[in-house]
């Protein structure tokens, strides 16, 4: 792949709600783009946890076999070193989906002590989109300032809020409704949910 207008850096942090984030690397993959995937520690914790993922064989075995794409890329959230902490290598944005706090707090302070935190700084500093879909309720004073420093930079806040307008059916529904307004907020076209009509 030569340019980056189909090449997205994607973070899964260990907030609860990782099924967003294995969602949409799906549909990124799908629609024939090349994934940049960061996963962290506390995120693998939570895929066990959650999708009941057995780890033992490694992270990126699992992941590679789940999508069984040859376009996703799989980095160590230790690996400083890796592409997505270069601000020359060209891509389109970042998206951190489901994003901790702590995350949040780390990119809205400019403290990058992981290759999650610093390709957000990469795309904060390269003017590049970035997207961040925070998980946790209820909310403190500080996730909120937080999320303001981030929003006032340009950065795309969209909190994993499932909206019921469009009649979901079940969990799916309720998880495609999150994801596709994060594509939408990609500028990447989807058929995850039903658009308002009158």
């Known amino acids: 792949m030569d340019g980056s207008s189909d090449r ?12 967003y984030g294995v969602r949409l690397v799906e549909e990124l993959l ?6 940049h995937l960061i996963v962290s520690q506390a995120g693998a914790l939570v895929m066990e946890q959650e999708l009941g993922w057995e780890l033992q064989a490694g992270l990126k075995e699992v992941l590679r076999q789940h999508f069984r794409q040859p ?11 890796a592409l997505p902490a270069s ?20 990119v809205a302070h400019g403290s990058a002590g992981t290759l999650i935190e610093r390709a957000a700084d990469v795309a904060l500093k390269e003017r590049r989109p970035l997207l961040v879909v925070p998980r946790e309720t209820p909310l403190n004073s500080i996730h909120l300032r937080n999320m303001l420093t981030l929003s006032e930079m340009g950065v ?10 469009h009649g979901p059916k079940n969990l799916d529904d309720m998880v495609d409704f999150v994801v596709g307004k994060v594509l939408d907020g990609m500028g990447i076209f989807h058929q995850l949910l039903a658009r308002y009509r009158q």
């Not at 601000?87 to 780390?106: E, K, Q, W």
Request: aromatic residues 8%; contains cysteine.
């Open 8 to 19: 997205w850096v994607v973070a899964i942090t260990g907030a609860s709600g990782v099924i």
């Open 30 to 35: 799908k629609s024939g783009g090349q994934v």
């Open 71 to 81: 376009d996703l890329v799989v980095y160590d959230n230790d690996d400083i070193a």
């Open 87 to 106: 601000g020359s290598f060209l891509n389109s944005g970042m998206v951190v989906i489901p994003c901790t706090m702590a995350t949040l707090s780390a």
């Open 156 to 165: 795309h806040v969209i909190p994993a809020m499932p909206g019921f307008y």
